[in-house]
């Protein structure tokens, strides 16, 4: 039998842990289990806020291995190489290492620069050209820090009445 789509479930790990506890507290496990367990993909980012969570950890074992099991896809996320998962156990760490690991290094400045445009596109208020370059030069790490630039610039720029000028931008990012 083929499907027309395919369900792909994503959670952070703090969704699946507050949903599995949930249906720990209720009664609804099957019904949890039925949902992360069925999904054709299911995605679950910040792999690193499992450690120390135990009971959580023993569910995500069985959810991995039922999914492999059933030929579905996978996809776990964290902020480190699974090397330096440790706290989450060996077991998981070695279910994690079989896989596809991909690291991803922060971005350059030209995709920084790109990034900061898209962004700039949706703002309320106007944000010069140099501005976005000020943004992409100095800040190194992800978009999120350059989305929380622009909306710190944006907020402010309004409470005050002020357009974004370079430097207006350098003292409010200062």
Known sequence: MTRATRQALYLTAEQFTTQFLEALRGSGLPSFRRKVRTAEVLLIDDLQFFAGKRATLVELQHTIDSLLRQGRQ??????????????????????????????????DYETRLGIARQMAVRSRRPIPEEVLQLVAAELTGDARRI????????????????????????????
């Open 74 to 107: 996978l996809i776990l996320t964290a902020d480190r190489p699974p090397n330096e998962l440790g706290r989450l156990g060996p077991e998981l760490a070695a279910r994690v290492s079989g896989g596809l690991v991909c690291g991803i290094e922060h971005a």
């Open 147 to 174: 989305a929380g630039a622009l909306h710190r610039l944006e907020a402010i720029s309004e409470a005050l009445d002020q357009p974004v000028t370079l430097d207006f931008a350098r003292s409010t990012l200062s």
